[in-house]
């Protein structure tokens, strides 16, 4: 893919592609993961996606203002 930017759309046009859904439930299906993904991370739960990588909120030091 390069240095170009995978969007939503791309990764429903992914599911199109490879499993065959109408794009429609693509779409769905795209979004339903991506918000469960954001839903549990928002709650403070870890995301871990085997064969893929983990996700989670890290507390970060303040930024010194200029």
Request: aromatic fraction near 4%; charge should be positive.
């Amino acid at each position: 893919m390069g240095n170009k930017t995978l969007t939503r759309a791309d990764l429903a046009e992914a599911v199109v592609k490879k499993i065959g859904l109408p794009r429609n439930e693509s779409q769905e299906l795209v979004e339903l993961v991506l918000g469960t993904i954001s839903t549990c991370l928002a709650e403070g739960e870890p995301v871990k996606l085997s064969s893929f990588g983990s996700f989670g909120i890290r507390a970060k030091g303040q930024r010194i203002g200029r």
